[in-house]
């Protein structure tokens, strides 16, 4: 488990995080949307000895994949690595690793291993306005987002995810799953525990289990209760590293409210209003929370549902045939999820159609599925796409359904309540097909004739290089 805090010193120490002074004229909303759009790196506002908490951007977000380059150098970040660090996958995390750790995370556990430990925050003077968390700039009231709710029964604790509005400096107004909001224990006048900044896997967890219609079950029975060390609250157990933990009872469930700003897991469950009043506020020395502007392309809230419903369809197709064929399945985000992508065996004629068939019928989000060869990595994007065209022809590979298909919900270019095709690409080579007539690939040094070859190696040798190995290594041989 790695507390928020030390996540961030990590991307510091590797050159993702950027610290500036939390400007006193301009929105941090503002700043974390321009740091995304820019491919920027995670976004640190230090508070400099002012009061109220430090806040972070983009620590869960990634890169735009669509881009060639990462702010002008070869790519060495994905939309996946900055919460493969946090979950402690790898220092170059790859992306199925990444899947996998999520859905351990949700996983069900036959007995309980859970580990409760010291608070690390402490009782504050501070009221819920005085933590100085951010206005957006077309809103009145300082808002909070990447939070995680948990409320206690006799059973255990339950947890989702969390954002809303400080309406003054005890009146909360928050966003909550459908399905958190109607438990038995969250009525009016009930305890209830938002928990800011806590370690990933906490808040990946939430996601994850809200997405796959999992809340009801207590969390201490899911992997994640054995990953976090915890600590009771009023509302149930929380993460112990948590920044900040407010303790609140419900005010009032469902109150008429104007429409406002949602987090991208609101895309996939539904989600109703609640009001709070804080009655406690708990805080760690120089606490940091992470924030993200709602709506932004990229913004921490899609990656991570990028990231957790890519898991679960992931998880589901790789369990229907009796076997694995799937090497790795992905929603980009570039998307706004409305496009899988998806690198698998065909294990018989016609598989891609039955994959692709499976795919639709598991989730409504998107109305594209383009099916590659195991071959190709989810780290190259332009390459996945570009086998849509190299691979596939479109007159025989790209296939339609009938244009009154059920409409996708997320495709940015759809209609409300429209219907509209769908389509499967097949950019998978032929498996009928013998090896000689799939063009194989070659380097940039193999291209040229081997005299031409031999004669620039001997030159270089002539230059006192050995064995050719600089010429080799700059143009990419073997590569």
């Not at 369990?319 to 698998?344: F, I, K, M, Q, T």
Request: a negative charge; charged letters at 25%.
């Amino acid at each position: 488990m790695t507390a928020f805090r030390n996540h961030l010193e990590f991307l510091r120490r590797t050159d993702d995080c950027c610290a500036l002074d939390r400007p006193d004229d301009l929105s941090p909303q503002v700043v974390a949307a321009e740091a995304l759009r820019a491919d920027g790196p995670a976004i640190e506002l230090t508070t400099d000895g002012r009061a109220g908490v430090e806040l972070a951007s983009g620590v869960y977000g990634g890169v735009d994949q669509t881009r060639g380059r990462t702010r002008g150098q070869p790519r060495s970040r994905y939309p996946w690595t900055r919460l493969g660090l946090g979950l402690g996958v790898d220092r170059d995390p790859a992306y199925v690793d990444v899947l996998e750790t999520l859905l351990t995370l949700g996983e069900r556990r036959a007995e309980r291993d859970v580990t409760h430990v010291e608070r690390a925050a402490a009782a504050t003077e501070l009221g819920v306005r005085e933590l100085g968390l951010p206005t957006p700039p077309d809103e009145a009231w300082p808002r909070f987002t990447l939070g995680v709710l948990s409320i206690g029964t006799d059973a255990g604790s339950y947890w989702a995810p969390i954002h809303g509005a400080i309406l003054d400096g005890r009146t909360i107004r928050a966003r909550v799953p459908e399905a958190m909001a109607a438990h038995d224990r969250l009525s009016t006048g009930a305890s209830a525990t938002i928990a800011l900044g806590v370690p990933s896997e906490a808040l990946a967890a939430a996601h994850v289990l809200a997405i796959t219609d999992r809340l009801a079950t207590p969390i201490e029975d899911r992997g994640v209760g054995a990953t976090v060390p915890l600590i009771p609250t009023a509302g149930g157990v929380v993460p112990s590293s948590a920044e900040v933990v407010i303790e609140t009872s419900v005010a009032d469930r469902q109150p008429d409210t104007r429409s406002e700003k949602r987090e991208f897991w609101e895309q996939l469950v539904p989600s109703t209003t609640l009001t709070l009043d804080a009655e406690a506020v708990f805080s760690r020395e120089d606490a940091v929370v992470p924030y993200t502007p709602l709506g932004a392309a990229l913004s921490d809230d899609l990656q991570l549902a990028a990231l957790a419903l890519s898991a679960t369809l992931y998880d589901r197709v790789n369990s229907y045939w009796g076997v694995s064929p799937v090497d790795w399945l992905l929603l980009p985000a570039e998307g706004r999820l409305g496009l899988c992508l998806v690198a698998s065996e065909i294990l018989y004629a016609g598989f891609e159609w039955q994959l692709a068939n499976l795919l639709f019928s598991l989730s409504d989000c998107f109305d594209t599925v383009i099916v590659v060869d195991t071959e190709t990595g989810p780290r190259n994007l332009g390459r996945v796409l570009g086998d849509s065209w190299v691979k596939a022809h479109p007159s025989r590979d790209w296939l339609f359904s009938e244009a009154d298909a059920p409409a996708a919900r997320l495709p940015a270019y759809g209609r409300d309540g429209e219907t509209g095709a769908r389509l499967y690409v097949d950019a998978t080579w032929d498996p009928r097909w013998k090896d000689e007539f799939i063009a194989p690939r070659v380097s940039v040094t193999d291209s040229y004739p081997p005299e031409i070859r031999a004669a620039v190696r001997d030159s270089w040798a002539e230059l006192g290089f050995e064995s050719g190995g600089a010429f080799e290594e700059t143009n990419g041989s073997g590569s």
